[in-house]
């Protein structure tokens, strides 16, 4: 099984909420791009630079770390660069009340993580529990 260290994992959502509290702050985009390109590139090519730049300073071997599983972190990402898209396009399109609202969604989901609550993990179990009930309803 495929996995992340967890201080990697925090890095990343650290940036998003930071990200999200500069943006709301001064109600502008290009913050979000830091989260947007990074969460892009790393579900396009599987390089993710802030995760690159973290890994540098991890003090113990990866494996000493508490892991999180790739395919849920994946799902996540997908839904925070969904959000940051939506994010910055309504900006472009002066469209402020959606760019607010796609803006506070991707980072209370971020701040809620770091705390332990996994928005991203609860609609994913919805979503295969779901799934699973329709397969298995096809079959009878």
């Known amino acids: 099984m495929k996995t992340i260290p967890k201080p990697l994992v925090l890095a990343n959502q650290w940036t998003i909420v930071l990200s999200v509290v500069i943006a709301l702050i001064a109600q502008s985009t290009w913050i979000l791009l830091v989260p947007l390109i990074s969460g892009l590139l790393s579900l396009l090519t599987g390089f993710h630079p802030i995760v690159a ?50 803006t506070i ?17 609860l609609v994913r179990f919805q979503y295969q529990k779901w799934s699973y009930q329709r397969k298995k309803s096809s079959l009878q």
């Open 53 to 102: 730049i973290v890994k540098r300073f991890l003090t113990k071997p990866i494996n000493q770390y508490i892991q999180e599983d790739y395919g849920q972190l994946r799902f996540n990402q997908w839904l925070a660069v969904g959000f940051l898209t939506i994010a910055c396009l309504s900006y472009l399109m002066n469209w402020m009340i959606l760019f607010n609202m796609a």
């Open 105 to 121: 969604m991707v980072g209370v989901a971020a701040f809620l993580a770091i705390q332990g609550f996994c928005i991203g993990c």
